[in-house]
């Protein structure tokens, strides 16, 4: 099974301000990474695909990049709406697409 | 509008049986694979399942394997997880989740199953 690690665990940012979170692979996924959003009392958003594509109606603030093993995820200038939790998922290894234990990025 | 719409949680004893469904609108459900997820309280997400478009390929997580069984009812838009042997360790928000070959793109809202006694 492809572990997928996620750092930080909490990411304090205030608006307007610059985030970064970062996953890495146990082993190579090439660029096979997704990343989800999730918010209480939503259904997750996908974000982000092939670690580098924005999904559909996705603002350009979110954006990622690495292939391999090691991944970023950034959101350039955060908005109140994006104070969530974040998960990055492989999809390397079918059909155990396994997930990441998720960032949370909340208000500073 | 793509939709899916979870239902069929709710509180049940440790060894009994639940069936969420999950509906589906606004897309050819009969086209894509779909995906069973949940996730604990205070923790991550946890693929469970996954069926694909004709029911031809159906595969599990190790620890749903021989306790849950997905299916899906094309003519009824309809995904479904029958779980039983329900532990307590499976009390979980449950999503649907629609396959492509990138992710899941779209997910519904959840239901919530609680298994205690």
């Known amino acids: 099974e492809i572990v997928m690690t996620q750092s930080p665990a909490t990411l304090s940012v205030s608006p307007g301000e610059r985030a970064t979170l970062s996953c890495k692979a146990s082993q190579s996924i090439s660029s096979n990474l997704a990343w989800y959003q999730l918010k209480p009392g939503q259904a997750p958003r996908f974000l982000i695909y092939g670690a580098s594509t924005r999904a559909t109606g996705i603002p350009a603030r979110f954006s990622g990049s690495g292939s391999g093993t090691e991944f970023t995820l950034t959101i350039s200038s955060l908005q109140s709406e994006d104070f969530a939790v974040y998960y990055c998922q492989q999809y390397n290894n079918w059909p155990q697409w396994t997930f990441g234990q998720g960032t949370k990025v909340e208000i500073k | 509008e793509v939709r899916l719409v979870e239902s069929g949680g709710g509180l049940v004893q440790p060894g009994g049986s639940l069936r969420l469904s999950c509906a589906a609108s606004g897309f050819t459900f009969s086209t894509y694979g779909m995906n069973w997820v949940r996730q604990p309280p205070g923790k991550g997400l946890e693929w469970l399942s996954y069926?694909?478009?004709?029911?031809?390929?159906?595969y599990y997580a190790d620890s749903v394997k021989g306790r849950f069984t997905i299916s899906r009812d094309n003519a009824k838009n309809s995904l479904y997880l029958q779980m039983n042997s329900l532990r307590d360790e499976d009390t979980a928000m449950y999503y649907c989740?629609?396959?492509?070959?990138?992710?899941?793109?779209?997910w519904g809202l959840g239901t919530l199953v609680t298994v205690s006694s």
């Open positions: 989740a629609r396959a492509t070959r990138d992710g899941y793109d779209v």
């Open positions: 069926i694909a478009h004709s029911s031809s390929a159906i």
